[in-house]
């Protein structure tokens, strides 16, 4: 079945990961700016990041019939040093132009600290001043619904953000429904083992319906599987569920909320 994987860290995969992604019914990725594995010494090592993501990783993809998409910012893990943080926000505007980007992200929270929280609302308000979509990435940790809060109070004091042009990302049973009721996006993140397996995810459907929602695979430098979106459409499809009903939640929703920005056009 055909099926968007709307975040995954491309860069992190080797080529033959896009071609069994591709031979399972991959028609596009987006790649939000994250961690490279290591903290970065420079602003400059973003600068080439920001190269990666814009112009190697669609070559890189297109071969498979793939279409490559990408967000740009500074992420949460690396945000810790408010004046490296806002030096490497000031490189993104360089960037904003390339085919490719569909907007800020994942921006959000790591550890909840003061800094962190500093930086996410610095590119929050970035995002509103130049209209740009916004994907944001919600804590790894126990306190997680704590983090979660902390995003949607300053999303919500900003007051210049629609809530249906911000997905919310790495949603569980504990904080899915904060923020579908707060009216975003919320995508469930799909591994192996941590955040959401497809059984779990497809039990969070059944419970709270498929609008607003997609799954993702993440892909990155840990333990993670670039081919859980197809193996959530297996676990859904032997649940009995239509395939309209997959399409919805790994095609169509991502379709939708991506092509509030006009460069997306895939799937």
Known sequence: MPYIDPHIHMVSRTTDDYAAMAAAGCVAVTEPAFWAGFDRSSPEGFRDYFRQLTQVEPRRAAPFGIDHYCWLCVNPKEAEDPAFAREVIQLIPEFLDAPNVLGIGEIGLNRNTRNELQILEEQIAFAAEHDQLILVHTPHLEDKRKG???????????????TDRVLIDHVEEHTIRMVLDEGYWAGMTLYPDTKCTPQRAADLIECYGSERLWVNSAGDWGHSDPLAVPKFQQEFRARGHAADAVDRVTLDNPRAFLSQCERFSAG
């Open 148 to 162: 979660t809060t902390l995003i949607l109070d300053a999303l919500r004091r900003n007051g210049n953000i629609s």
